[in-house]
């Protein structure tokens, strides 16, 4: 078959390289054949972009980050300085939501309230905080805010001390009980497994958010159980179609 082709002028490739859009063919791969005595063809193949089949990937996205898939439309990552800082502040933030979806979700599912209305002793004189349906020591506002400014600003600062990126990233050590590290190829799959978690987390954590906007005072699973009670009427469309438009 390479033969055949090859005495047509067009240069035999390998299905794989052709099939595959992982970042180990992201590169531009140069092909070149000699048809002849004196013809040479030579063609480019530019291979895509994973999130988007016929995007092309960016030069800087390489692939050789966890959960690299070559999504950048606005080239936020063309500089590498900001490109090292980007990874470390998505994953941190990650990190974050992956702990607040579950904090947000929980406690409604045990019935001990949204989590919106959990703040509002925050806003009242006095007010005592409550965790699980239990008072907080020392759980005033001003005691809390200055605990957590002290606890965040001695974590930022020996986050802030280490030179190394991928140290910045993951740590190990005493953040790695389980010992996960210690095989790296299993380390590269819980890299990946975790930003991929942390990004569902995000996006998960911003429709909380616009939910709430949409219908102050409410939780999610209130919203979810009150759009199955009704699919046709309690959907996306209450909020970005006007009344009087729907049936």
């Not at 092909?31 to 995007?55: F, H, K, Q, Y």
């Not at 092309?56 to 390489?62: A, G, I, K, N, S």
């Not at 996960?180 to 942390?198: F, H, I, M, Q, R």
């Not at 987390?201 to 949409?214: D, E, I, N």
Request: aromatic content about 8%; overall charge neutral; some cysteine.
């Amino acid at each position: 078959m390479a033969k055949a082709l090859m005495s047509c002028g067009i240069p035999a490739v390998c299905p794989s390289v052709l099939s595959s859009s992982k970042s180990k063919f992201a590169n531009s791969v140069s092909l070149s054949a000699a048809v002849g005595s004196n013809v040479t063809t030579s063609s480019r193949i530019t291979m895509t972009a994973d999130w988007m089949p016929g995007e092309p990937r960016p030069p800087y996205l390489d692939g050789s980050a966890p959960g690299d898939f070559g999504f950048d439309p606005l080239g936020l990552g063309a500089v590498p300085e900001n490109l090292e800082r980007y990874k470390e502040s998505e994953l941190i933030h990650c990190r974050w939501a992956m702990l607040a979806v579950p904090g947000i979700l929980i406690p409604e599912a045990l019935g001990l309230g949204n989590w919106v209305k959990a703040q509002e002793w925050a806003a009242q004189p006095g007010g005592q905080a409550t965790y699980f349906g239990n008072p907080v020591p020392w759980g005033t506002l001003p005691t809390i805010l200055v605990i957590e400014f002290l606890s965040i600003a001695f974590v930022e600062h020996q986050r802030s001390m280490e030179k190394d990126p991928e140290k910045k990233k993951y740590p190990g050590g005493a953040f790695d009980p389980l010992g996960y590290s210690k095989d790296p190829a299993k380390l590269a799959e819980y890299k990946v497994k975790e930003v991929k978690n942390g990004r569902l987390a995000l996006l998960a954590f911003v429709g909380f958010c616009v939910q709430q906007s949409a219908y102050p005072g409410t939780g999610p699973l209130e919203n979810l159980a009150t759009h199955l009670a009704d699919p046709w009427h309690n959907n996306i469309g209450n909020v970005i179609i006007p009344k009087g438009l729907l049936p």
